[in-house]
């Protein structure tokens, strides 16, 4: 073993070489300085990997040969390893990355860099007070160095700030370390935990002054208006240093001063940290420059650090792991964005839409962005959910709801950020270089991540049961981008048939319901995925990612799997939404809808945890502490995937505007998860002895009122396919409307409903969209007449409309006559005579979407239009195939989801008898009927055909219109507007206020944001003010 | 499904009983109107000529499939309602096929027709069919809220959804009717009739004289005999529905006769006394009177 001596010894000794040896070229030292990086990262690896797996215990090592009072001593211990195994690391990568920056500014540059990692070093490893501060200042010194050797009035400014700010926090610490020394006679840290220094006279005072300082040099918000302005003055490279490995180090110095400060701290570090971790988030919403924005969130995760410390003793033996979960993520992260946005060298957020023109570097972002927010498969999704567990266990809800809030507020700006890049308008359109140095650390940083996330959900029993299956296989999809369309997606759905193959015998009636409608449906609508030609690069991860998402929620066994599985589907679908034209906006709100549901159902996880010993997915059903509020959160989180009605502004755009395979997935299939998720938590409220009826009656109105809403609001749009994510609206709350029944054929309607919205909302938006990559338009009133160039279309359009409808004898009819029974039985006659209402208004927007788009007349432009892709018509006629058999032998479905429902509701069923169902109220014969529908139907057609067998076909415009032939197609063509009358009478009620609202509190938080970022002044003595003002402050809520 | 051919047969005569009834219970409203009016009027068997005059004309054209299939599907929603609708009470024989569904498969049938023939007609391209369309499948949407509060509130005052169970239960004397059990179902309904028989001040969907006769515009000859077909028949059967559930039923085709005269005739007289409304007001009016004493049959429960 290496003593850790050396870390310190190598850096100081190549440093002074460099001084000697700088005539040989800066090429040389540079290669030096990474040859001594590299040895000092080998040195902390080699005790981490010796401390953590041979169990070896931890060294001191003195300094001079003496012990301690008369010489430094260090420690290495485990997290000491790991702590400056980490700064190392990214030292010796931000090494790579700055060669040539470094190269430039000179040796002494080089030397600077050097020792500010040692100086890193040492504040984690040293067990001296006063080692402590003078390394500390070192730190400062050599950050301001590497800041003031940047051109530019600027980073002078910065850096002049950051000297003073620092020098200021380090006379505190002085003053402080003076009176510990007077009062207890050493500068030990281990001997201040040994004699509890608050104990003494005057004791609290210096634990206060060190305290503080250490705080303070974490750039606590609102005190950190200096610390801000360097992440945005400084090169990138330096930044990413700052960011990643001096607030690693930082960090540690809290952590020890932490360890003799007393429990007593623990609090006010934890409000500390959480005000900053808000705080800093709130500022970030109002940013447009991206290094103050990465500063902003950077000072927004340490805010959060230290509030995981100030819980330390709470957590207990999860809290290193949740710590360095969500550091680690964070200072790979960082680094990250830090080093990309040096490469792409955009300072406004819009102006990253050129990053896109090198797809890979987009990828790199995402990962990052991802990393940080917390999504699986990373670090920070695993800390971050045994954090919130482990919280909500010991009744610290509302840390939980802060450090969620806080979260929120980071993926507002961030994901708009990523949007932009994404799709933003590219303004400017000049070509920018990747040098090699530069990209291979964020090559690295990235896939550590990745292998990170993946060896830390091995952790304990209960992380280590994630299957990654799935995600394998979208990791070899990844790899195979290269290849064109036909490749890819004939593996896409080959793999899925076998995945669906060797999963279905695993899972219960209920699951596998939904197993198809999310797998067939994702193959069918992949098969629709043929007419695209070339690489269509980045699409097929992303699709497999969300069903896998998707699967992973139905095979959970635990809750942490449902929730894997549940945000691994919230990442693919956003970037399946996000690939639509004028997609960004939506997008974004898809996917902070998306996250606040998440957190909820994350909250409600918590809660039912409590005063459970097992983490299995079952414990929803027995929810022992506030079982309310956990039920409420949980279909509040899942209504955010249902779009129930309030929570529902970012369905229409984002399906509207997806690509025409993708809205089928989006909408009949991803909507699903959230009725899944609803399905389960009413599952576990208990049927039988309903406590919560309360919770259910107004679920039940909320599913009313949204199918009354949203099938009013498709009536009056005008782009079809927007018309149909309305129409979803409605359907979905229709859904929900009949799950809260909670009785027997409430539930068979609800299910009814949700396979036949499957079927034919995936029939409507493949015809449709298959339609619009024809016409180029999604507005019904510029299409018309397509009958004639599209009969397959119109015939799938028909019948799914029929379906839709209710109108006997489709499939629908199965769900109205349910739904009328059920609300009969239950009682609920007003909400259901809303849900019929509503069910009746369908037949507006379905007139309008057939004839609009298919009869009346055909436009000029239209007149060589073909048929609609063959790849489109066979998922659609398969899905019309099932349509025609659920309704005509309703009992093959409708039989075994009765015999699954029973095991809730073993009451109020369905009677068969035969293909006669009956209720204690009603009766229906689907098959007879079908037979009797279509003998009649067969007869008459016969005889009209007979009757007017010599009629004559006549061209387009020959209509009885005042004497002649109207040539204009668009003034004869009824669309536009068509139900203005209605609109007059009851558009009030689709008036968009909810979006208003939602309008008005993004508007208030930006506000807000904008107005507290007035105290950054920019001016020095100003931030000196709020450090001195802070330090008062919190002394006197220390000290009462 | 065994086949039962004097049940067909049957079926059969009931159907072209109640295709002349309409016929002549049509001639006879329109006869009234004409007498309200200070006019003469048709002569009682004018609606025969005219069907034998469009079944006979022999130059037709037509505009493609769905316009083909339009009157086929109007034509078979009627008959379909027929089909599934127990006629006399009783009967085993004239209960046609109603025993395959209920109350709720009759009130999603009548959609069956509309929407075949709202199709139909927009293929036909003619501006006037689709004004007269959406004037139609709005103020639908609105005169159906009191109709489903009142069978509702039928299928909870019975507790069944049969409607020959419902018909059953109004059975011993005119105070079991439905009129006199639950007035304000039966109001609710009965308001809510006026828009569905689509005479004045509910007659804009077809507003003769403005869009010529609003969705059949286009249609003529063969087609028409269909619609005419279809509409004497269904104009028979939907005062049969409210026969059967608000008052009492019918025991023999004498009875169903009066009775469905009588109904239909509520909203002949309604048409004589009022104007027409325009769309919007004769959306919103479902949603006031109609729709309050739907609850009210609602909350009564």
Same mark, same amino acid.
């Given at each position: ?1040 | ?128 069919? $689709? ?6 499948? %709005? ?5 159906? =809220? &009191?109709?489903? @509060?009142?069978? *509702? ?120 006394? $009022? ?6 007001? %004769? ?5 006031? =009177? &109609?729709?309050? @004493?739907?609850? *009210? ?5």
């Amino acid at each position: 073993m290496v003593t850790p001596i050396f870390i310190v010894a190598t850096a100081l000794g190549v440093g002074f070489a460099i001084g000697v040896l700088n005539k040989f070229g800066r090429n040389f030292t540079g290669a030096l300085v990474l040859a001594a990086l590299s040895f000092m990262t080998f040195i902390s690896f080699q005790w981490f990997y010796a401390l953590t797996f041979n169990n070896l215990s931890e060294a001191y090592v003195f300094t001079g040969g003496f012990k301690p009072p008369f010489a430094i001593n260090l420690l290495m211990g485990q997290y000491e390893s790991i702590a400056t195994l980490m700064i190392n690391l990214i030292g010796f990568l931000g090494a790579v990355y700055l060669y040539k920056s470094l190269k430039e500014r000179g040796s002494d540059a080089q030397v600077v860099y050097l020792i500010l990692i040692m100086a890193l070093n040492v504040l984690v490893m040293t067990r001296d007070i006063f080692n402590l501060f003078v390394f500390s200042e070192i730190t400062s010194v050599a950050i301001a160095g590497l800041i003031l050797l940047e051109k530019g009035t600027r980073s002078i400014s910065a850096g002049f700030k950051y000297i003073i700010a620092t020098s200021v926090i380090s006379t505190i610490f002085l003053i402080g370390i003076v009176f510990a020394y007077f009062i207890t006679g050493t500068l030990n840290i281990d001997d201040f935990i040994g004699i509890s220094l608050s104990t003494y006279k005057g004791g609290t005072i210096v634990v206060f002054l060190i305290m503080i300082s250490a705080v303070l040099e974490l750039k606590p918000f609102p005190a950190n208006g200096w610390g801000i302005d360097i992440y945005e003055a400084s090169e990138a490279g330096f930044s990413a240093i700052i960011s990643a490995a001096t607030t690693t180090a930082s960090l540690f110095v809290l952590y020890k001063i932490m360890a003799f400060a007393g429990a007593e701290w623990n609090y006010y570090i934890a409000l500390i940290g959480m005000i900053t971790f808000i705080g800093s988030n709130l500022l970030g919403l109002k940013q447009d420059n991206t290094r103050r924005m990465l500063g902003y969130s950077s000072i927004g995760q340490v805010g959060l650090l230290i509030t995981i410390l100030g819980f330390k003793d709470i957590l207990g033996e999860n809290a290193p792991f949740i710590f360095f979960g969500i550091l680690i993520s964070h200072y790979f992260a960082k680094a990250g964005l830090f080093w990309l946005s040096g490469i792409i060298n955009a300072s406004n957020l819009k102006a990253w839409s050129i990053i896109r023109k090198k797809p890979i570097l987009l990828f790199l972002m995402g990962t990052f962005i991802f990393a940080l927010i917390g999504f699986p498969p990373f670090p920070s999704f695993f800390a971050k959910w045994t954090l919130v567990m482990d919280l909500v266990k010991t009744g610290n809800i509302v840390w939980v709801i802060g450090i969620l809030l806080g979260s929120l507020f980071e993926a507002i700006y961030l994901f708009r950020w990523f949007g932009y890049a994404i799709k933003g308008d590219a303004e400017k359109t000049e070509e920018y270089k990747i040098e090699f140095h530069k990209i291979i650390p964020v090559w690295i940083v990235a896939l550590s991540l990745y292998v990170l996330g993946y060896f830390i959900a091995q952790y304990n029993e209960f992380t280590s049961v994630i299957n990654f299956i799935p995600l394998a296989f979208v990791a070899l999809i990844f790899a195979i981008d290269f290849m064109p369309v036909l490749i890819k997606n004939t593996i896409a759905i080959i793999g899925m048939i076998f995945y669906f193959y060797t999963i279905y015998p695993q899972l219960d009636n209920l699951r596998l319901i939904f197993e198809v409608i999310f797998l067939i449906g994702g193959i069918l609508a992949l098969i629709a995925g043929y007419l695209h030609k070339g690489k269509r690069i980045g699409f097929y991860p992303v699709a497999l990612l969300m069903y896998a998402g998707l699967t992973g929620i139905l095979e959970a066994k635990t809750t942490l799997e449902f929730f894997y599985g549940w945000e691994l589907m919230t990442a693919g679908s956003y970037f399946l939404i996000i690939r639509g034209k004028r997609s960004m906006t939506h997008a974004l709100s898809y996917m902070l809808f998306s996250l606040a549901g998440a957190y909820a159902i994350l909250t409600a996880f918590g809660i039912a945890s409590v005063g459970q010993s097992t983490w299995s997915l079952s414990i929803i059903n027995n929810i022992q502490y506030i079982p309310l509020w956990a039920y409420s959160l949980l279909i509040i989180g899942f209504l955010t995937k249902t779009a129930s009605i309030g929570l529902h502004i970012w369905l229409p755009g984002a399906h509207a505007e997806a690509e025409s395979d993708v809205s089928p997935m989006v909408s009949a299939i991803l909507l699903k998860a959230g009725v899944f998720g609803i399905v389960l938590t009413l599952i576990g409220m208990g049927a039988e002895n309903n406590q919560y009826s309360e919770l259910v009656y107004v679920l039940g109105w909320l599913g009313a009122i949204t199918a009354l809403i949203g099938n009013l609001a498709a009536v009056f749009q005008e782009d079809a396919k927007r018309l149909l994510a309305y129409s979803s609206i409605g359907q979905l709350g229709y859904i929900v409307f009949g799950f809260a029944m909670m009785t027997h054929l409430g539930w068979l309607a609800a299910f009814t409903y949700t396979i036949n919205h499957f079927m034919y909302k995936s029939i409507l938006f493949l015809t449709i969209g298959a339609v619009v990559l024809r016409v180029k338009t999604h507005n019904m009133y510029e299409m018309g007449g397509l009958i004639k160039k599209m009969p397959f279309a119109f015939i799938a359009v028909l019948i799914s409309i029929i379906a839709l409808s209710g109108v006997p004898p489709l499939s629908g009819f199965a769900g109205k006559w349910l739904l009328y029974n059920a609300v009969i039985l239950k009682g609920w006659y007003l909400q259901g005579a809303i849900a019929f209402f509503s069910g009746i208004i369908a037949f507006l927007y379905l007139f309008k979407l057939i004839s609009s788009i298919f009869l009346g007349q055909l436009k000029d432009n239209h007149r060589n239009v073909k048929e609609i892709s063959i790849w489109f018509i066979i998922p659609i006629y398969i899905l019309i195939v099932g349509l025609m058999i659920f309704a005509a032998k309703p009992e093959l479905i409708l039989q075994p989801l009765g015999t699954m429902i029973s095991q809730y509701f073993p009451e109020g069923g369905l009677n068969w008898n035969g293909g006669m169902a009956t209720t204690s109220i009603g009766y229906w014969h689907g098959t007879h009927i079908m037979i009797i529908v279509g003998i009649m139907f067969a007869i008459l057609f016969s005889w009209l055909a007979f009757l007017s067998r010599k009629a004559q076909k006549v061209k387009q415009f020959n209509i009885v219109y005042s004497g002649e032939r109207p040539f204009t197609p668009e003034t004869t063509h009824v669309s536009y507007n068509i139900f203005a009358g209605y609109n007059k009478a009851l558009g009030f009620l689709v008036l968009p206020w909810i979006t208003d609202f939602w309008t008005l509190t993004t508007n208030i938080v930006h506000d807000i944001s904008g107005f507290v970022r007035r105290i950054y002044s920019g001016n020095g003595q100003t931030y000196l003010t709020h450090i001195v003002l802070y330090v008062v402050v919190i002394y006197f809520v220390f000290f009462n | 499904m065994n086949i039962d051919f004097t049940k067909l047969f049957f079926t059969f005569l009931g159907l072209m009983i109640v295709l002349n009834w309409g016929l002549l219970m049509s001639a006879i409203m329109r006869k009234i109107g004409a007498r309200v009016a200070g006019r003469y009027g048709i002569p009682w068997f004018q609606p025969w000529v005219d069907l034998i005059k469009n079944y006979a004309v022999r130059s037709q054209i037509t505009h493609g499939i769905m316009f083909y299939l339009g009157p086929v599907f109007r034509l078979s929603g009627g008959v379909g309602l027929f089909l599934f609708m127990p006629i006399l009470f009783g009967s085993n024989l004239w209960s046609n096929f109603s025993f395959q569904g209920d109350l709720i498969l009759i009130l999603y049938f009548q959609f069956f027709g509309m929407l075949g023939m709202a199709l139909g007609a927009g293929e036909g391209g003619q501006p006037h069919s $689709f004004i007269g369309i959406s004037r139609g499948l %709005s103020q639908f949407t609105t005169i159906e =809220v &009191p109709m489903t @509060l009142a069978v *509702i509130s039928l299928a909870v005052q019975y507790h069944t959804l049969s409607i020959s169970e419902i018909v059953a239960a109004q059975q011993g004397g005119i105070m079991n009717w439905t009129m006199f059990t639950n007035p304000f179902a039966t109001a609710a309904a009965m308001l809510s009739l006026l828009g569905a028989f689509g005479h004045s001040p509910f007659d804009l969907v077809k507003a003769p004289n403005e869009i010529p006769i609003g969705p059949p515009t286009e249609y003529h000859g063969t087609f028409l005999g269909v619609l005419r077909t279809n509409a004497a028949i269904l104009h028979v059967v939907e005062t049969v529905l409210f026969m059967n559930l608000f008052f009492g039923g019918a025991s023999n085709w004498f009875e169903l006769i009066i009775k469905s005269f009588l109904i239909y005739f509520w909203s002949v007289f309604v048409g004589m006394v $009022f104007p027409r409304f325009r769309i919007e007001q %004769s959306v919103v009016w479902f949603l006031k =009177v &109609p729709l309050i @004493l739907g609850i *009210i049959a609602i909350l009564l429960l």
